[in-house]
């Protein structure tokens, strides 16, 4: 008798149906824990995005050259493009839909970004913000030097960096008190 193999939701693969391929993994994210069985070969961005429809992580170039996938994973900036959902069994993750509920004010980072108009088409912004939310939660103040090696990872195809490294910028003056 052959186990149940199960389907993912909105693979764009089929399932494999050797059953060591399979693993249950648990983790957290972004606040809520969470039990699944996935395919050893399912990245964490199709995890993050068809298993639990956050669609905020957003998949560029699927290379980790953009960073516009990166999430926090035990608060470390991580491209989910790169990295499979089996290796973050017992993580914690968070996502930019994790920053502010839809009924909390907005992370000072958010509201840099959105002060300092450090988005264009947006498409990038999920990935800046959470590198962002990284360094502005760090115990001490990066400096301008780390800000940019930190932010070099994400592409803009827009061209906004003047207004992104501003936002981060605003966005540690307030954390730091400055």
Do not use: K
């Amino acid at each position: 008798m052959t186990p149940s193999v199960p389907t993912p939701l909105g693979a764009r693969t089929p399932p494999l149906a050797e059953p060591s391929a399979w693993h249950e993994i648990s983790l957290t994210v972004n606040g809520r824990p969470v039990t699944a069985q996935v395919e050893s070969r399912l990245l964490l961005s199709d995890f993050l995005r068809d298993r639990l429809g956050l669609t905020g992580t957003h998949v560029g170039c699927e290379h980790g050259v953009c960073g516009a996938c990166t999430v926090l994973v035990d608060d470390e900036p991580v491209r989910t493009c790169l990295t499979l959902a089996v290796q973050c069994a017992g993580a914690e993750l968070r996502t930019v839909e994790g920053l502010a509920p839809a009924d909390a004010p907005l992370t000072p980072v958010q509201r840099a970004f959105h002060e300092c108009h450090g988005m264009q088409c947006g498409f990038c912004t999920p990935g800046f913000v959470m590198t962002a939310t990284a360094l502005v939660e760090q115990h001490e103040r990066p400096d301008e030097e780390q800000v940019a090696d930190a932010l070099s990872g994400h592409l803009c195809r827009c061209t906004g960096y003047r207004n992104i490294r501003r936002a981060v910028c605003q966005a540690l003056d307030e954390r730091f008190g400055e």
